[in-house]
């Protein structure tokens, strides 16, 4: 059995479609490939993996509350390759959005239901994940852990010779505990989709979020914006105000 | 302000211009949304991509009536279409709200009238349920009071309805 794993995210790394993709990958058997889509340079060499492919999941971003379009123009491809092949391979999705809710993925869903349609694949469902973004800064927090838990070691063993720090360790547990918490419904769902993947089965439309109460999630995910636009300088370009496009631009438009 | 967005052929842009205050020939020339939020954190409501579409934030968000003239691409705009649409998230800023009960973005240019969709090309029943979604779905997101979605058989009927 061969399963086709594209992350379709326009971003070059750190994108939340590879951690849901990585996820996904671990509890999928048999032959696994893992390709890439971010421009029409990626298309023949993704198309050519797909011929022999029993399962296909496509990782991808919500964008404007529908396909991304550089996955549009894939697909506009994908279609006269698959019927003219007559491949009927199962498409399997992972949509992710920056929003809490995961429900907001639903019209993405139908677009791909549509697309197998024309195509002739067979639609096998998907996860829509709300909250993508901040689960993907889990991962660099659970990285972040346990480079501190290697850290408070070290100092251990040069200061006592102990090579179990007691308190670094229940800190670990504590955090790691807290971050699988957020991650819960997207790792229930993804094994569930592992499964139906394995057996060659349908899965269905399912949506899940990361495990946080939504007036946690939106204060968090303003503190988010406020620090990086304070870094990346935008909180003194006129962060909120309502910029007029350039008279020179507009004639050229 | 009126702004029409079509994926049409050049030849119809004389007949679409008294329709509307602009007009923008989505062609697909220009690059894809990068996903980097950089018109929202770095360089408000202007992408770091020197395109076509580098200012269409500051464009799009002067829009009283939006309408979109797209053909049918598995229930969504074509992709020429949603690539414009993808490079205009900058008419929200960064925070988050709720309207119609989920969240959304705050409006940097605050609220619009009219998201109206005139979509060509073959479809089927499923497909224009998911249009319908979509665009409704597009509206709430960017702050308009009202969807509209008309589908036509012929692309020589849309200026009937513009």
Same mark, same amino acid.
């Given at each position: 059995?061969?399963?086709?794993?594209?992350?379709?995210?326009?971003?070059?790394?750190?994108?939340?479609?590879a951690?849901?993709?990585?996820?996904?990958?671990?509890?999928?058997?048999?032959?696994?490939?893992?390709?890439k889509?971010?421009?029409?340079?990626d298309?023949?060499?993704?198309?050519?993996?797909?011929?022999?492919?029993?399962?296909?999941?496509?990782?991808?971003?919500?964008?404007?509350?529908?396909?991304?379009?550089?996955?549009?123009?894939?697909?506009?491809?994908?279609?006269?390759?698959?019927? #003219?092949?007559? &491949?009927?391979? #199962?498409?399997?999705?992972?949509?992710?959005?920056?929003?809490?809710?995961?429900?907001q993925?639903?019209?993405?869903?139908?677009?791909?239901?549509?697309?197998?349609?024309?195509?002739?694949?067979?639609?096998?469902?998907?996860?829509?994940?709300?909250?993508?973004?901040?689960?993907?800064?889990?991962r660099?927090?659970?990285?972040?852990?346990?480079?501190?838990?290697?850290?408070?070691?070290?100092?251990?063993?040069?200061?006592?010779?102990?090579?179990?720090p007691?308190?670094?360790?229940?800190?670990?547990?504590?955090?790691?505990?807290?971050?699988?918490?957020?991650?819960?419904?997207?790792?229930?769902?993804?094994?569930?989709?592992?499964?139906?993947?394995?057996?060659?089965?349908?899965?269905?439309?399912?949506?899940?979020?990361?495990?946080?109460?939504?007036?946690?999630?939106?204060?968090?995910?303003?503190?988010?914006?406020?620090?990086?636009?304070?870094?990346?300088?935008?909180?003194?370009r006129?962060?909120?105000?309502?910029?007029?496009?350039?008279?020179?631009?507009?004639?050229? &438009? | 302000? +009126?702004?029409?967005?079509?994926d049409?052929?050049?030849?119809? $842009?004389?007949?679409? +211009?008294?329709?509307?205050?602009?007009?923008?020939?989505?062609?697909?020339?220009?690059?894809?949304?990068?996903?980097?939020?950089?018109?929202?954190?770095k360089?408000?409501?202007?992408?770091?991509?020197k395109?076509?579409?580098?200012?269409i934030?500051?464009?799009?968000?002067?829009?009283? $009536?939006?309408?979109?003239?797209? *053909?049918?691409?598995?229930?969504?705009?074509?992709?020429?279409? +949603?690539?414009?649409?993808?490079?205009? @998230?900058?008419?929200?800023?960064?925070?988050?709200?709720?309207?119609?009960?989920?969240?959304?973005?705050?409006?940097?240019?605050? *609220?619009?009238?009219?998201? *109206?969709?005139?979509?060509?090309?073959? @479809?089927?029943?499923?497909? *224009?349920?998911?249009?319908?979604?979509?665009? $409704?779905?597009?509206?709430?997101?960017?702050?308009?009071?009202?969807?509209?979605?008309?589908?036509?058989?012929?692309i020589?009927?849309?200026?009937?309805?513009?």
């Amino acid at each position: 059995m061969k399963t086709v794993f594209i992350n379709c995210s326009p971003k070059k790394q750190f994108c939340a479609s590879a951690y849901f993709l990585a996820i996904e990958r671990l509890f999928v058997g048999g032959s696994k490939v893992t390709e890439k889509l971010r421009t029409p340079a990626d298309h023949d060499r993704i198309l050519g993996q797909l011929g022999d492919a029993d399962a296909v999941v496509l990782c991808l971003p919500l964008y404007v509350d529908g396909l991304p379009s550089h996955v549009l123009r894939f697909l506009e491809v994908l279609e006269p390759y698959c019927r #003219s092949r007559e &491949l009927h391979f #199962s498409l399997y999705c992972i949509a992710n959005n920056g929003f809490i809710e995961g429900r907001q993925n639903e019209p993405l869903m139908q677009n791909l239901e549509h697309f197998c349609h024309r195509a002739g694949l067979s639609w096998s469902g998907g996860v829509g994940i709300g909250g993508g973004v901040m689960l993907n800064v889990t991962r660099i927090l659970f990285g972040v852990d346990i480079a501190l838990l290697l850290l408070n070691t070290v100092l251990s063993v040069a200061n006592t010779g102990n090579f179990f720090p007691a308190s670094a360790w229940i800190g670990f547990a504590e955090n790691a505990g807290l971050l699988l918490f957020f991650n819960l419904g997207v790792l229930f769902y993804l094994i569930g989709m592992a499964a139906a993947i394995r057996k060659g089965k349908v899965f269905g439309k399912k949506y899940t979020r990361i495990m946080l109460p939504s007036f946690v999630f939106i204060l968090f995910a303003d503190i988010f914006f406020c620090i990086i636009s304070l870094f990346e300088g935008g909180l003194f370009r006129g962060w909120l105000s309502k910029k007029e496009p350039d008279k020179e631009y507009l004639e050229k &438009l | 302000m +009126k702004i029409l967005i079509h994926d049409l052929d050049q030849q119809y $842009e004389a007949a679409l +211009k008294p329709h509307a205050d602009l007009v923008i020939n989505a062609d697909g020339k220009y690059a894809p949304c990068q996903g980097c939020f950089g018109c929202w954190s770095k360089h408000p409501a202007e992408c770091f991509m020197k395109d076509r579409l580098q200012q269409i934030c500051r464009v799009m968000g002067q829009a009283d $009536e939006l309408v979109i003239i797209t *053909k049918n691409l598995y229930g969504s705009y074509s992709a020429p279409v +949603k690539n414009v649409l993808d490079r205009s @998230i900058g008419t929200s800023t960064p925070f988050s709200t709720y309207r119609g009960k989920q969240m959304h973005h705050t409006l940097r240019y605050g *609220k619009h009238d009219l998201w *109206k969709t005139i979509v060509y090309g073959d @479809i089927t029943e499923e497909e *224009k349920e998911t249009f319908r979604l979509l665009a $409704e779905r597009n509206a709430i997101n960017d702050g308009f009071e009202r969807s509209e979605v008309l589908f036509v058989n012929d692309i020589s009927e849309v200026e009937a309805l513009l």
